[in-house]
């Protein structure tokens, strides 16, 4: 028999299921992590999926063959190799599990290829209106080898933005590497994404405590760690360390590629009008999207100051808002981190300024730029 509180809860929208994409450029070592990972019951009930045919090795895992895509692995995993469309996948491995096709999960990994943009995949869950109601961003990570990464960061852009976007950076194969090579990989990354822990999985270090919920916001618990989420103080410190790095210094020889990308901080003492909030953010992405590789942070509205909003953002996609029930901490001013691909930090907070109403040095006034900020800010 049910009761009405069970019931309740059936008939109620269900919570979002959290989605973790696991990311790094061709062979860093991505498969082998998502093998052990498997086994960590910190993984039970999850739903994995694998955007080419193969990619995963499983043969030395017990399995149970569900239907031609799916593989049953111990624990109540699955895994799906992604032929086609993600969105369709990830609509797919819904409606199995809401008919009881399939066997129930609770959260679920993408594995990206190798050559991936993380942004393509983060798309296709914040823009589909019915996806983006049914999976709740988790986080990043991104695999970066030890061995090859300084040349790969040097030659591919697609392995730059994948680091720089990451919540978790983690290194593979530092057992084959000098302890030179890592210490200098180490300051480039920190470099790169000055806010991403860097964890070393020869150490066991990429468990799946370290590696999940990492991201956005947290339903369950209805609390968000934005200090941790934010790490402002290291965007800071960064941020500064790049405006007095000099030009001749020999790091900047070695790492020019890595001046495409740059990290940096939006922060306002004062309460934000909504209004102001959703036209900033709305110019932002409309001129600069393309150039916008993440941008996530915390906000005090001015209509209710004491239950900050949760923002996140990629490329021209906003992420629907999550409200906390309080601040998290004593800090109660609106922070946004934002990563960029050759756009310059001064042209956003140009922007950020003037429509927070701030003095500015040869500007046009709040109103010109309201009447035609394409023309002022393309």
């Known amino acids: 028999m049910t009761t009405g509180a069970s019931a309740a809860r059936k008939l109620g929208p269900a919570e979002p299921i959290p989605l973790s994409v696991i ?6 070592g991505k498969t082998t992590l998502l093998n052990r990972l498997l086994r960590d019951p910190g993984l039970r009930d999850t739903a994995v999926l694998v955007n080419e045919v193969g990619e995963i090795g499983l043969d030395h895992l017990f399995y ?31 409606r199995e599990q809401d008919n009881g096709k399939n066997t129930p999960f609770r959260r679920v990994v993408i594995e990206t290829t190798g050559l991936a943009d993380p942004a393509s995949v983060l798309h296709a869950v914040m823009t589909h209106p019915y996806l983006v109601q049914r999976y709740r961003l988790d986080g990043v990570v991104t695999l970066v080898d030890a061995v090859n ?23 593979t194969k530092t057992d084959l590497a000098s302890a030179e090579e890592i210490a200098s990989l180490r300051a480039r990354l920190k470099a790169l994404n000055p806010g991403a822990p860097i964890l070393d999985a020869a150490k066991g270090e990429a468990s799946a405590a370290a590696l999940l919920d990492a991201g956005l916001y947290d339903p369950s618990s209805k609390i968000s760690d934005v200090k941790r989420w934010l790490a402002e103080a290291a965007v800071e410190a960064a941020e500064h360390s790049h405006h007095h790095h000099g030009a001749g210094d020999s790091d900047h020889r070695h790492h020019h590629h890595d001046e ?5 901080t939006l922060a306002s003492e004062e309460a934000i009008p909504a209004a102001t909030l959703e036209l900033f953010l709305d110019l932002l992405r409309s001129v600069h999207g393309a150039k916008l590789l993440r941008l996530k942070g915390i906000v005090r509205l001015a209509e209710e100051p004491d239950q900050p909003v949760v923002l996140h953002a990629v490329q021209h996609v ?23 691909w050759n756009l310059e930090p001064a042209v956003v907070r140009r922007l950020f300024d003037a429509f927070l109403g701030r003095p500015q040095i040869d500007m046009p006034d709040r109103a010109a730029l309201l009447d035609n900020p394409l023309a002022t800010y393309r």
């Open 318 to 340: 906003m992420h629907p808002p999550a409200r906390l029930a309080a601040w998290p901490d004593h800090d109660r001013r609106s922070r946004l981190v934002c990563v960029t």
């Open 260 to 264: 495409n990308i740059r990290v940096f």
């Open 64 to 94: 149970e063959i569900v239907d031609g895509e799916t593989v049953l692995l111990p624990g109540g995993c699955l895994c799906c190799s992604v032929r086609g469309d993600l969105v369709t996948s990830l609509e797919d491995i819904l």
């Open 149 to 171: 990464a300084n040349a790969t960061l040097d030659e591919h852009r697609e392995a730059v933005k994948q680091a720089a976007v990451a919540d978790r950076l983690v290194l």
């Open 23 to 28: 990311t790094g450029f061709l062979g860093a």
